[in-house]
C-alpha cells in the first residue's frame, strides 16, 4: 500500500506517494498562489493526488492516507490550520475540506513537525530523542521524543527558531527582537552579508553578487572559500550564530541526534564541522555521551515523506 | 508506608519523611561539608535517614525508598553522581555505598528534576506537560512530560538556565558568555543591582543594603516598592530578564504549565503579574491555548518531596 505526503508551503504545494519504506515512488510539485481562498488550495491538493495516481498508474484506493504539512498553527488532532500567515488561512478546515473532494483518511501536521518526522524516520530512527532544525528563509524545528512528534500541550511548540539570543538584538518577523531565527537563517545571512559587502568595497563578494546577479546565502560562503577576508568573517560569525542556538537546544533536550537541514545544509561538512566543534566547545554536558549532530539527508524530501509518515503512524493509531 | 527525600545541596542536607500523598512528616537539616570525599556524606545521608525515623518514632522497616536529589552530571539508571561541581565528585556510586549501611531500595535523581517532580506532583498534576524554573543563586530547571522527567537521552538535558539569551554577554559559570543564568539569576539581580547603586549614590537601595549589612536580591526590590526611581529600573529589567527566558522556553515546549521557584519566587504577584504580561506579549502562540504561568507552591520542600517522589515512581515501575 501507498499513502500520499503533501508539503504545503507558501510558495509550492509539493507532493509525492510514498511507500511503506518511506521512499518516494512518484512526485509533483505545482505553485500554491498563497493568498487563494483555502477550499481552492485544498481542492488542488486533491487533484495532486488523483494526478500522482494517475502518472504512477494506480488506483486511488492504493494510497491508504494522505498526509499534509502545513505551516502555522495547526490542531492536528481536529485537522484544522488555526492559523497560517503564510497561507492566509484562519480557522480552516483542510481535513474535512479535503475529505468532501476526496474519501480518503486525511491528517494534517505541521509542516516543520513532519519533515523532523520524515527524517528521523528514514535517517535517525531508533533515537530517543532527536531534534532536527532547518536554517532557511526562517529558522524552523521539530523535537521527536520516543518516536512521537513533541508538539506540547496546545500543538504548536518547537518553535525553536523563535527562542532570542540576543535580547534587544536584531527585530524578527515574530514581533520580538534578537531571535536565533533572525541571526541563523538565509534571510539573516543576506543581511549579515550585505553589511559587510557595504564596508569593504574591495571584498569579492561584490563579484559573486554580481555573478549570480544578486546577493544570496551563497555569497559569503563563494567568496570565503575562495579566500576573501571579509566573506570569512560573515560565515565564521554565522556558523557561531548557528552554534549558539545548536547548543541552546542541545543543553535543554540532549537528543540523541541533531539533524542541520534547510538550503544552507547544503554546504555540508564546511558548515558541520566548524558548527560542531564550538558546540562541542560550549555543551555544558562534559561527562555524559553527547549528542550527535548531522546534516540532514532528505534535503527537501522531508516534508513529503515525514507528513506521509504521519499520516500512516495516525492510521495505525486510529 | 513512608519514603525518604533527601535534598543533597551544596551547603546542607535537608532530608524528610514522606507519607504517600507527599506531605512531609518529619524533616531535618545537617551543614554538607561539600569539601569532604562523599562515602562521608553518604554516611550523613543514611544516619539522617535514621534519625528521622528515630524522631518520628516509626520503625526504619516503614521507609519503603530513599530518594536522593543531587546536583550535578547524574546517571539515575546506575545511582551514580558522574560529576558534581558543587560536591567535589567524579563517578560517585553514591546509591552502592548508601545500599551498603541502609539497606533499603535508594534512587538518585538530579536535584532540579527532582524539585520539579515534587511541585508537579503537588501542584500540576495531570498536566500534559509542565516547565519548573527556579531562580535562585543560579537559573535551574526541570520538565516533565506526560508525568515523566524529561532528561534527554543521556540523562543530563532540561538545563535551562545554560542557554544563551545574550551572546557574547555576561560570563557564565559554565563558561559560555550571554547565558540566562548571568541575567536572571539571583547572583546575577545582585550584580545589577550594584551597578545601579555605584551610579545612583542618591538610591534609597544604599540605605537597604546598608540595613541589611549587604546588597542582596532584597535590596532593588525593597527599595522599588518604597518608590526609587533607580531601583525600579534595576527590578523592571530582571523582570525583562526573566521574561526572555520563560518565553523562549514556552516557545519550545508550550507547556501546559510553567511555575517559578527559587528565593525570588517569594516577591508573588509583584513578580508573576509584571512577568506573565512581557511573556504575554512576546510568545509566539497567539491562536491556540496559552501556558499558564505560576509561582511554584512548595518553595523549599519541593527537592524533599520530589525526590521521595522519584523514589516512590522508580519502585513502582522497578
Not at 15 to 38: C, H, L, W, Y
Not at 257 to 283: F, N, T
Request: glycine share 12%.
Amino acid at each position: 500500500m501507498y499513502y500520499a505526503g503533501i508539503d504545503l508551503g507558501g510558495t509550492n504545494i509539493a507532493a509525492g506517494i510514498v511507500d511503506d519504506d518511506g521512499k518516494i515512488i512518484e512526485s509533483m510539485s505545482i505553485p500554491t498562489g498563497a493568498q487563494r481562498n483555502f477550499h481552492e488550495i485544498v481542492c488542488d491538493m486533491a487533484e495532486l493526488v488523483k494526478n500522482l495516481c494517475q502518472k504512477k498508474q494506480i488506483s486511488i484506493d492504493e494510497i491508504r492516507a494522505v498526509g499534509i504539512g502545513c505551516p502555522g498553527s495547526i490542531d492536528s488532532e481536529k485537522g484544522v490550520c488555526e492559523y497560517s500567515n503564510n497561507l492566509n488561512m484562519c480557522h480552516a478546515d483542510i481535513t474535512g475540506e479535503f475529505r468532501k473532494i476526496l474519501d480518503i483518511p486525511v491528517y494534517l501536521e505541521n509542516d516543520a513537525n513532519a519533515a523532523a518526522l520524515g527524517e528521523y524516520e528514514i535517517n535517525a530512527k531508533g533515537s530517543k530523542s532527536f531534534v532536527f532544525v532547518t536554517l532557511g528563509t526562517g529558522v524552523g524545528g521539530g523535537v521527536i521524543i520516543n518516536g512521537e512528534i513533541f508538539r506540547g500541550f496546545n500543538g504548536v511548540g518547537a518553535e525553536l527558531g523563535h527562542t532570542v539570543i540576543n535580547v534587544d538584538g536584531e527585530k524578527c518577523t515574530c514581533g520580538r527582537k534578537g531571535c536565533w531565527e533572525a541571526y541563523a537563517s538565509v534571510t539573516a545571512l543576506i543581511r549579515q552579508t550585505k553589511a559587510a559587502m557595504e564596508k569593504h568595497p574591495e571584498s569579492s563578494m561584490h563579484k559573486f553578487a554580481q555573478e549570480e546577479g544578486k546577493i544570496s546565502g551563497l555569497t559569503s560562503f563563494l567568496a570565503a572559500k575562495e579566500g576573501d577576508k571579509y566573506a570569512n568573517q560573515v560565515v565564521q560569525k554565522y556558523f557561531e550564530y548557528i552554534a549558539e542556538g545548536i547548543t541552546n537546544i542541545i543543553n535543554i533536550f540532549q537528543p540523541e541526534k541533531l539533524a542541520i537541514g534547510g538550503s544552507i545544509s547544503k554546504e555540508g561538512d564546511y558548515l558541520l564541522k566548524p558548527v560542531s566543534a564550538m558546540v562541542e566547545r560550549d555543551d555544558y554536558n562534559k561527562y555524559m555521551p553527547k549528542a550527535k549532530i548531522e546534516i540532514a539527508k532528505l534535503f527537501g524530501d522531508a516534508g513529503i515523506i515525514g507528513a506521509a509518515i504521519a499520516a500512516k503512524n495516525a492510521l495505525n493509531r486510529d
